[in-house]
């Protein structure tokens, strides 16, 4: 079942790259001589475009040219996953910089890939080639063909799924772009798949287009053989970790599955939110133009739920861009962990139709075969393989799931306190407005009354700042129930008088608190007996 | 438009003062007294309180809401809510408070007495009820006029409305209006008695006056313009805060499936199993909490609705305005013209051509008899208009000058109200916030503490304190200053 190009392709692989007389040699020497590692995106361009024309007819990828860039500005866009368990790193891959192909045949997408490395396999320590979604296929095709008894990992899904979605459209680049670097980094981590040669071939060849034809006939025969012994063979019995692992994968994908629904429906919940939300805020500003000493405030609000609504599209965008995607490669993954599977079972069904054969024939010849021997030790390197591999992805999973979740959680923490920020600039607006006409009030020197009004806004407005304060800085709001009977304010004396906020403020402060507010909020509800929140201290209500 | 105005005297006084052989008596005029007084000198503080603990109190709650089952007028089963009506008058100074008195209203009662003020006080803009059947709720209330939770909205927003009565400086001196918190028995008749009814205009003839009216107030004009848009911008506003607050439960409600997922999955994993499990659970934490985080929401909604039906009220005031002006300006143009006659008949000169001029030229012309009687006729009815038009004029001044007091109250009543109501929007909002940031924190925190190995979100964890601290330390370092 190795299918593998001949063996000392990688190894001739760059070497054969620089003899060949490519037509755009020159230049790119040239700019291997200028080190220019980020080569201005017309020229990249230009250069694609003319390598398209010469190679498109055989339906090939330009192929980027390999120039070894030595920029350390590279270095600087490699983020280097922390992650790994103090493996050490010799292998840096990168994809970036998506460039449009356009022409008369066809417009497609490449990627450039940056690969930085120490290992001898590569001939230079760097290397930067111009890849499109067709080369990774062949890619992974090549890796499934070549190390069937490896996880392969996922690569993006060929077509958005339900796909109105512009293929072109830059958000669609950008989440593929992060899919296939993703796609990458997991084959460079793998100990095993790092070093295959069709890899090493993908990151350096100026043009990946020998290569793949190369390896044309061999691969539709593979192809043909899986699927012939594909052919429904029953397993007498898997084993039991096999299957635990399989019936783990159905339910896994059922629920990421799920998952992902749950949060394409939210993100389509919040953008009908936002949606809402944008007309909710200006209608604060329509009404702001109606009123005059309540104008200010209104357009605060107004301002207020702007800002709100900015901070939830950020965490919409976040949403879409950071949790969606590394759903969609899990649910991808599992899928290729069932294949994977399946292979491993094929490999057990030759094995036991060997041992059967061999079982009957085995009162002729008392020794078992040599090539049943052999089958035996490839299942088992198989399971092994397997098994490893099982128990890289459950830890990249696990890793990659915290932090997804984390993540996710860190978003809204940071969205609600964007929001409770843009609220709490609302309150000094809307009682500096009120000091602010106090004052003027005062110095016009009107009579007993405003000025007696003017303590009593005075000491409300104080006992406002005093009381989003202690919002601010208590926990307990979420304790206590604001029910509608009770204004805040109500229950912010309860508790006070109750102690409740002992937990967050000196017992002194508290009692200070209390007692200079009780006078006034007396006095304030005698006042205000018949406004709109019904002031009463607590307890006195009848009933 | 004779019987708009056929006892000014009547209509133009604030109330009946004294409210007529009632036992507590005192105490009624003595509420007009406490709330005018705590309107007009403003008490400051503490201190004021020793002025007016002397005084008797009434305290008015509506503290009770019951279904009941009757029969109409048509002898119909009906199912109606009635509401308690419990009134304290509370003697400060030496203990001895209590006179607690309690009886049970109906809606349809409301109605009567706010129709009544509306009648007897055009110049005040009356408190308005709170909405006869819910409007721009978000789906999950239902519209049903028994459901509970509408009858609570309700009861609080009658009570609401006992005490901007009894707190506005006119009203609170109304004998029906004392008798309404009072008297259970007869009120309707008493009501009645008093005869509002034939003093409503008409709406046709308001209509009328819309269009006809020649010289408007512009100030009223202004004032009506603003009430059309406050109106429509309230509504609006609170339609679209109906579907905010659909679209916000959705987005919450949808998070509660994330919990059932997360513990099914948690089922299958090993080590992350715990993790999940917390995450789950605080997903469904957060799912549940919308449910408070609305219901504290509908009752800004209220007092926003409250202003809604203000600017109804509002524009009853400058509607009865408009009539007036309209009476005023009939008036007028009638007393005009009966100069204009007088003097033609006077002169024997005809102006303009007319009927009379023609049969004045046919028949020839009457006797010097009639002609006299007819000129005395005419000048008693021009005294008659002229005095009519004087007492207008000064109903209408005095009209517009009581209107524009109120309007002026009522303005300053709602700067400060809705500000008040913006500013517990915000620390609802910023409670809320703080609230659901919390909740993250937590459920971060847990997560983690299932996860020992990671230590990158600790950042947020550490993230979720730093306010807080340093809001504690400001507070202290204000009060020590």
């Avoid at chain 1, 096999?242 to 389509?268: S, V």
């Avoid at chain 1, 393989?385 to 923490?413: C, P, S, T, V, Y």
Wanted: aromatic fraction near 8%; charge should be negative; include cysteine.
């Amino acid at each position: 079942m190795s299918g593998g190009p001949p063996k000392a392709l990688p190894s001739t692989g760059p070497q054969s790259l620089r003899d060949m007389p490519h037509p755009l040699a020159g230049s790119s020497s040239e700019e291997a001589v200028g080190g220019d590692s980020t080569p201005s995106p017309d020229l990249l361009t230009a250069r694609s475009f003319g390598d398209k024309d010469l190679i498109l007819p055989n339906g090939g990828t330009p192929a980027g040219t390999a120039s070894p860039a030595s920029s350390s500005s590279l270095l600087n866009r490699l983020q280097l996953d922390d992650d790994m368990d103090g493996e050490t790193r010799d292998l840096f891959v990168t994809v970036d910089d998506p460039k449009k192909h356009v022409c008369t045949m066809e417009t497609y997408i490449t990627y450039r890939i940056t690969t930085k490395s120490t290992r001898v396999e590569f001939d230079l320590p760097e290397y930067s080639v111009r890849r499109r979604y067709q080369d990774f296929d062949w890619l992974r095709n090549k890796l499934e063909e070549s190390q069937p008894t490896h996880l392969i990992p996922p690569l993006p899904e060929k077509f958005v799924v339900k796909g109105v979605v512009d293929r072109f459209s830059e958000e669609f680049v950008e989440t593929r772009r992060k899919a296939l670097d993703k796609f990458l980094k997991r084959i460079t981590d793998h100990p095993v798949l790092s070093f295959n040669e069709h890899f090493n071939v993908f990151l350096t060849a100026k043009d990946l287009n020998a290569h793949k034809k190369q390896g044309m006939a061999l691969l539709t025969r593979v192809g043909e053989s899986v699927k012939h012994v594909a052919g429904g063979y029953k397993l007498r019995n898997r084993p039991l970790e096999f299957a635990a692992i399989g019936e783990y994968l159905d339910t896994f994908a059922l629920k990421l599955g799920t998952i992902d629904r749950i949060a394409q429906r939210i993100i389509k919940e919040e953008i009908e939110y936002l949606v809402e939300l944008r007309e909710y805020g200006p209608v604060y500003s329509t009404w702001s133009a109606l009123e005059g000493e309540l104008a200010e405030p209104l357009e605060g609000v107004s301002a207020c739920i702007g800002n709100c609504s900015t901070a939830l599209e950020e965490l919409t965008d976040d949403m879409t861009e950071d949790f969606l995607p590394v759903l969609r490669e899990y649910i991808l993954y599992s899928d290729s962990m069932k294949s994977v599977l399946k292979k491993r079972d094929q490999v057990q069904a030759e094995y036991e139709t060997k041992l059967e054969a061999v079982a009957l024939k085995k009162e002729e010849r008392p020794k078992v075969p040599a090539d049943v021997e052999k089958c035996q030790d490839r299942m088992e390197c198989f399971n092994a393989d397997l098994k490893a591999d099982m128990e890289r992805w459950q830890n990249n999973k696990r890793q990659d799931f915290r932090q997804l979740l984390m993540g996710m959680a860190d978003k809204n923490i940071q969205y609600y306190e964007k929001c409770l920020m843009a609220w709490e600039s609302i309150i000094p607006l809307l009682q500096e407005k009120q000091e602010a006409k106090d004052d003027s009030v005062e110095k016009k020197g009107r009579n007993a009354k405003n000025s007696e009004h003017t303590v009593l806004t005075h000491r409300i407005s104080s006992f406002v700042t005093e009381l989003s304060l202690l919002i601010k800085a208590s926990d307990w709001v979420p304790h206590v129930h604001l029910s509608r009977q009770r204004s805040p304010r109500q229950v912010i004396l309860g508790s006070l008088e109750a102690g409740v906020s002992r937990q967050t403020l000196p017992t002194r402060l508290c009692g200070r608190l209390a007692h200079s507010l009780r006078p006034s909020l007396q006095s304030r509800m005698l006042l205000e007996g018949g406004k709109g929140d019904a002031f009463s201290p607590v307890g006195t209500t009848p009933g | 438009m004779e019987q708009a105005a056929p006892d000014p005297e009547r209509l133009w006084q604030p109330a009946p003062l004294e409210p007529l052989s009632h036992p507590d008596a005192g105490l009624e005029s003595m509420v007009g007294e406490e709330t005018k007084g705590a309107r007009d000198e403003g008490p400051g503080d503490g201190t004021m309180t020793e002025n007016n603990f002397s005084l008797k109190k009434i305290e008015i709650s509506v503290s009770e809401a019951e279904k009941r089952t009757g029969r109409n007028a048509m002898n119909m089963q009906e199912t109606y809510t009635a509401y308690l009506i419990e009134t304290r008058s509370v003697e400060h100074n030496d203990g001895q408070s209590v006179l607690t008195d309690s009886l049970w209203r109906r809606y349809s009662e409301f109605e009567l007495l706010r129709n009544y003020l509306l009648v007897y006080y055009p110049h005040i803009v009356v408190p308005p009820l709170p909405e006869k059947r819910a409007e721009f709720v978000w789906h999950k209330l239902s519209a049903d006029n028994m459901d509970p939770d509408f009858v609570e909205r309700r009861r609080i927003g009658l009570e609401n409305f006992l005490l901007r009565v009894a707190s506005h400086p006119m009203l609170c001196r109304d004998k029906i209006f004392y008798l309404f918190l009072t008297q259970e028995g007869n009120w309707k008749e008493t009501v009645n008695e008093t005869g509002f009814q034939l003093k409503a205009d008409s709406r046709l003839k308001a209509l009328n006056a819309t269009f006809r009216v020649k010289n408007p107030d512009k100030r009223f004009i202004e004032l009506k313009h603003y009430s059309d848009e406050l109106q429509s911008v309230i509504s609006h506003l609170l339609r679209v805060r109906a579907r905010v607050a659909d679209r916000l439960y959705g987005v919450y409600k949808v998070h509660g499936n994330y919990g059932r997922v997360f513990s099914e999955w948690s089922a299958i994993e090993k080590e992350m199993g715990d993790g999940l499990q917390s995450a789950g659970h605080h997903m469904d934490v957060y799912a549940s909490s919308i449910d408070d985080i609305l219901e504290d929401e509908e009752h800004y909604a209220d007092q926003l609705k409250e202003y809604l039906f203000y600017a109804e009220a509002l524009r009853a005031v400058c509607r009865k305005h408009e009539l007036m002006q309209y009476d005023l300006e009939m008036a007028a143009q009638d007393l005009a013209s009966k100069k204009q006659q007088c003097e033609e008949l006077a002169t024997g000169t005809v102006r303009t051509f007319s009927l009379k001029g023609m049969t004045t030229k046919l028949f020839g012309q009457e006797t010097p008899e009639q002609r006299e009687a007819r000129i005395k006729m005419l000048e008693e009815q021009i005294k008659e208009g002229e005095q009519q038009l004087k007492s207008k004029n000064l109903e209408g001044r005095e009209f517009v000058r009581n209107a524009w007091a109120d309007i002026e109250r009522f303005k300053e009543q709602k700067n400060h109200d809705l500000k008040e109501a913006l500013i517990s929007y915000a620390v609802m909002q910023i409670s809320m916030c703080k609230k659901m940031k919390v909740e993250l924190v937590d459920s971060v925190a847990e997560v983690q503490m299932n996860k020992p190995s990671c230590d990158t979100s600790s950042i947020s964890r550490r993230r979720g304190e730093i306010p807080k601290y340093s809001v504690i330390k400001a507070l202290i370092a204000e009060h020590n200053s």
